[in-house]
C-alpha cells in the first residue's frame, strides 16, 4: 500500500504571508498531481508534475516534484483568502496498478483577511 | 461541455434501505473511478470502471456495495441495506487516460446521510 503524508495538516496563516506545505511517500511516483477542494464541492486539479525536479508555476502558486520523485512541496506567495480550501496530493504509483491515484489526507489551508 | 454529473447531491436513508449513487462522467471520458470521503480521512479509493468492466474493485466492501458502468447510461454505485457507518461523501471522477495519468475531473459529490 502506497501511502502519501501530507503536511501540515491544517495551517492558518494572514492574507500576504507566504507558506508551503509538503507532500512525502517512501513509494516513487510516475506523477505526482495537486487538487484544491472547497467545502462541499469535489476536488479540482491544479497541476501535474512528471520530471523528477521539475517545477511549475500558477500564478503564486508553485509546485515542485522531488528529485527522486517521491515527494512533492506546494508554495503560496502572497496568500489570499481566496486560497482558503483543502488541499490535496495524490500520485500514481510507478509500479503500476489500475487503481489509478493515491490521495493524501490533505492540508486544510486558511487565509485570514 | 459539462462536466461530472453526480445526483442526487444529498441523499437520506433509513438503516436498511438501499443507496443509488449515479455519476455521468465527461464526454470522451471512459474511465470512471469512484471514493468515499470521511472527514479527517481523506479520499478513499473504491472501484475503477470502464463501459461495461469493472477494473479494479480492491477498495470496494465485499458485502453490500456494487459499481457498474453499463454500455448506455450513468455509472451506478449501489449501496445495499444501509447503515450508518455508511454515511460519507461519495466523489465520481473519470478521465480520459486510464490509470490516472491525465488527471482527473471530480464531481462534487454525493452526500449519504443514514439514520
Known amino acids: 500500500t502506497q501511502l502519501l503524508e501530507q503536511s501540515p495538516q491544517f495551517l492558518s496563516i494572514q492574507e500576504g504571508e507566504n507558506l508551503t506545505v509538503y507532500c512525502n511517500s517512501s513509494s516513487v511516483f510516475s506523477s505526482l498531481q495537486w487538487y484544491r477542494q472547497e467545502p462541499g464541492e469535489g476536488p479540482v486539479l491544479l497541476v501535474t508534475v512528471v520530471t523528477g525536479g521539475e517545477v511549475k508555476k500558477l500564478k503564486r502558486l508553485t509546485f515542485q516534484f522531488g528529485d527522486a520523485r517521491k515527494d512533492s512541496s506546494l508554495h503560496i506567495t502572497a496568500a489570499q483568502p481566496g486560497d482558503t480550501g483543502l488541499y490535496l496530493c495524490?500520485?500514481?504509483?510507478?509500479?503500476?496498478?489500475?487503481?489509478?491515484?493515491?490521495f493524501g489526507k490533505g492540508t486544510h489551508l486558511i487565509i485570514q483577511p | 461541455n459539462a462536466g461530472v454529473m453526480q445526483n442526487p447531491r444529498h441523499l437520506v436513508r433509513r438503516r436498511g434501505q438501499e443507496a443509488r449513487l449515479r455519476c455521468s462522467p465527461m464526454?470522451?471520458?471512459?474511465?470512471v473511478y469512484w471514493y468515499r470521503q470521511l472527514p479527517e480521512e481523506g479520499l478513499k479509493f473504491m472501484v475503477y470502471l470502464q463501459k461495461e468492466n469493472i477494473i479494479d474493485e480492491s477498495g470496494m466492501p465485499k458485502e453490500r456495495f456494487s459499481a457498474e458502468f453499463p454500455k448506455e447510461g450513468p455509472s451506478i454505485l449501489r449501496i445495499q441495506q444501509v447503515v450508518r457507518g455508511d454515511s460519507a461523501a461519495y466523489f465520481c471522477?473519470?478521465?480520459?487516460?486510464?490509470?490516472?495519468?491525465?488527471?482527473?475531473?471530480f464531481g462534487s459529490g454525493t452526500r449519504l446521510t443514514v439514520v
Open positions: 464526454k470522451g471520458h471512459s474511465h
Open positions: 495524490a500520485g500514481v504509483y510507478s509500479g503500476g496498478g489500475a487503481d489509478g491515484l493515491t
Open positions: 471522477a473519470s478521465s480520459p487516460l486510464a490509470g490516472g495519468k491525465g488527471g482527473y475531473t
